[in-house]
């Protein structure tokens, strides 16, 4: 169980001077980490990213939404220590802060995912306001964190769409190879049906080009291609194909913490404050 409302950290201090110096305590903006197509990085961008975030000072919380459970190995938590997970806040059984786990990261905790979340697309069908079940949980957390990332699942089921409808804005992490665009494409046209069926406000914060490999021709391609179809949305930080990013969620940590000097960790931190630097720009416009 993770108490937002009580830290001590560097972190923390950072965040609430940052309050006081704006006057406005600000609800957490809630992020999807999101693509229907499988193995382009998702689960590494939520992790990685989340680490930067809080080594920036935010405090952040990971929701992991996939049944699978990387996300919550990749941060070091043990399958003992998921009594409560994001299955039972789905159900109604169990609150954020009840369910939410600290992570070695000071500023990171994570509502870590169990085998059960299998069956949550089913029990969902017959339960009211099904799609908007992870959004009137994260509701209750107030404005004691910075950041919410949402680890989804490579589908569009149940509970990509309460993914999709609790958060406020979408990160695609888009591998660089020659695919990547039809699934994109896809990705669009579900980001449409949700903002015209749930949630109006839903936009793509940018995305993420992944596994970038530049002896390559082909992810230069790919990059060029994504950037002329999305322009801005495309962050100019790429996170390259990286042996030792591949090789930390075996050790339960995110590359930062496993190899902070490493290609793909530098990358990961250049991406948090490429993002945090774009929502300033946009907030003073």
């Given at each position: 169980?993770?108490?937002?409302?009580?830290?001590?950290?560097?972190?923390?201090?950072?965040?609430?001077?940052?309050?006081?110096?704006?006057?406005?305590?600000?609800?957490?903006?809630?992020?999807?980490?999101?693509?229907?197509?499988?193995?382009?990085?998702?689960?590494?961008?939520?992790?990685?990213?989340?680490?930067?975030?809080?080594?920036?000072?935010?405090?952040?919380?990971?929701?992991?939404?996939?049944?699978?459970?990387?996300?919550?190995?990749?941060l070091g938590i043990d399958r003992t220590n998921r009594a409560i997970s994001s299955y039972?806040?789905?159900?109604?059984?169990?609150?954020?802060?009840?369910?939410?786990?600290?992570?070695?990261?000071?500023?990171?905790?994570?509502?870590?995912?169990?085998?059960?979340?299998?069956?949550?697309?089913?029990?969902?069908?017959?339960?009211?306001?099904?799609?908007?079940?992870?959004?009137?949980?994260?509701?209750?957390?107030?404005?004691?964190?910075d950041y919410v990332l949402i680890d989804s699942p490579p589908s569009l089921g149940l509970?990509?769409?309460?993914?999709?409808?609790?958060?406020?804005?979408?990160?695609?992490p888009l591998q660089c190879e020659f695919f990547a665009l039809e699934g994109l494409s896809?990705?669009?046209?579900?980001?449409?049906?949700?903002?015209?069926?749930?949630?109006?406000?839903?936009?793509?914060?940018?995305?993420?080009?992944?596994?970038?490999?530049?002896?390559?021709?082909?992810?230069?391609?790919?990059?060029?291609?994504?950037?002329?179809?999305?322009?801005?949305?495309?962050?100019?930080?790429?996170?390259?194909?990286?042996?030792?990013?591949?090789?930390?969620?075996?050790?339960?940590?995110?590359?930062?913490?496993?190899?902070?000097?490493?290609?793909?960790?530098?990358?990961?931190?250049?991406?948090?404050?490429?993002?945090?630097?774009?929502?300033?720009?946009?907030?003073?416009?």
């Open positions: 169980m993770s108490d937002f409302s009580q830290s001590n950290t560097p972190q923390s201090h950072t965040r609430q001077s940052e309050q006081a110096h704006s006057g406005i305590a600000k609800p957490p903006r809630v992020m999807a980490i999101s693509n229907q197509k499988g193995g382009v990085g998702k689960t590494t961008t939520a992790i990685n990213l989340g680490t930067g975030l809080a080594a920036i000072g935010r405090r952040v919380l990971v929701v992991d939404l996939d049944p699978q459970g990387n996300a919550s190995t990749g039972d806040v789905l159900m109604g059984e169990a609150t954020v802060a009840e369910a939410a786990v600290e992570t070695g990261i000071p500023g990171l905790s994570i509502i870590p995912s169990t085998i059960d979340l299998t069956g949550a697309e089913l029990e969902l069908v017959d339960m009211p306001r099904r799609a908007y079940r992870l959004r009137e949980a994260l509701a209750a957390t107030g404005n004691e964190l509970l990509t769409v309460n993914a999709l409808v609790a958060a406020k804005s979408v990160v695609v896809m990705l669009m046209k579900t980001i449409e049906r949700i903002r015209a069926a749930f949630n109006a406000e839903l936009e793509i914060q940018g995305v993420v080009l992944t596994m970038y490999d530049k002896r390559n021709n082909l992810s230069d391609q790919v990059a060029q291609d994504v950037r002329d179809y999305l322009g801005d949305k495309v962050y100019r930080t790429i996170i390259p194909r990286n042996v030792r990013v591949s090789e930390a969620p075996s050790h339960g940590k995110p590359a930062l913490l496993y190899d902070h000097k490493c290609a793909g960790s530098l990358a990961y931190m250049q991406l948090a404050s490429e993002m945090l630097r774009r929502e300033r720009l946009a907030e003073a416009a």
